[in-house]
Antibody, heavy 118, light 106 residues
Framework: EVQLVESGGGLVQPGGSLRLSCAAS????????MSWVRQAPGKGLELVAH????????SYADSVKGRFTISRDNAKNSLYLQMNSLRAEDTAVYYC???????????WGQGTLVTVSS | EIVLTQSPGTLSLSPGESATLSCRAS???????LGWYQQKPGQAPRLLIY???SRATGIPDRFSGSGSGTDFTLTISRLEPEDFAVYYC???????FGQGTKLEIK
């Protein structure tokens, strides 16, 4: 069974930084597009960033462009999200998700909560 | 910019009834790259439908998807108590989600 386990969330002050990690297992990680999707409290889903299997192509939501960086380490079966210059509106549960070539998110982690507040 | 609009915002039905959820795109969806998700409180979303009409692994056949172009529908027949949740549609490219439809018990 595919497993995605996020970590690294927490409370951070506005302007601060945080790095999220997602440990993947039970599938060929290096063969899949991976994404970070977030959900603000009581709100809908928003794709934050996604990255191609080899890490050479990334795309970002306009709301995080220039502040967030998605990366991956295929040797470690891990996905990352470096978040800088955090704002209150970045407060959300952040999910790691896998796209199995069908351009939808078949597998999701349990999510990690990021709270940006002073 | 592509926008997905889901309707209704809230749907109140009773167990045993059928639910029809709509997702309308502001532009034609490429290759029917359209998915539907179910989300319950405190849980991650769960993929129900991909390719507009294909059920994901383990999804009961009372869930069905249809549509093409700009208009898509998720139909849930014979509602079970566990089906009451929020439902999202999502298209590609780019990865865009609708705002969700809450299916609540009447």
């Amino acid at each position: 069974e595919v497993q995605l386990v996020e970590s690294g969330g927490g409370l951070v002050q506005p302007g601060g930084s945080l790095r999220l990690s997602c440990a993947a297992s039970q599938f060929t990680f290096s063969g899949h597009w991976m994404s970070w999707v977030r959900q603000a409290p009581g709100k809908g889903l928003e794709l934050v960033a996604h990255i191609n299997p080899h890490g050479g192509e990334q795309s970002y939501a306009d709301s995080v462009k220039g502040r967030f960086t998605i990366s991956r380490d295929n040797a470690k079966n891990s996905l990352y999200l470096q978040m800088n210059s955090l704002r209150a509106e970045d407060t959300a549960v952040y999910y790691c998700a896998r796209d199995p070539y069908t351009k939808v998110f078949e597998n999701w982690g349990q999510g990690t909560l990021v709270t940006v507040s002073s | 910019e592509i926008v997905l609009t889901q309707s209704p915002g809230t749907l109140s039905l009773s167990p045993g009834e059928s639910a029809t959820l709509s997702c309308r795109a502001s532009q034609s969806v490429t290759s029917n790259y359209l998915g539907w998700y179910q989300q319950k409180p405190g849980q991650a979303p769960r993929l129900l439908i991909y390719g507009a009409s294909s059920r994901a692994t383990g999804i009961p056949d009372r869930f069905s998807g249809s549509g093409s172009g700009t208009d898509f529908t998720l139909t849930i027949s014979r509602l079970e108590p566990e089906d009451f949740a929020v439902y999202y549609c999502q298209q590609f490219p780019p990865y865009i989600f609708g705002q969700g439809t809450k299916l609540e018990i009447k």
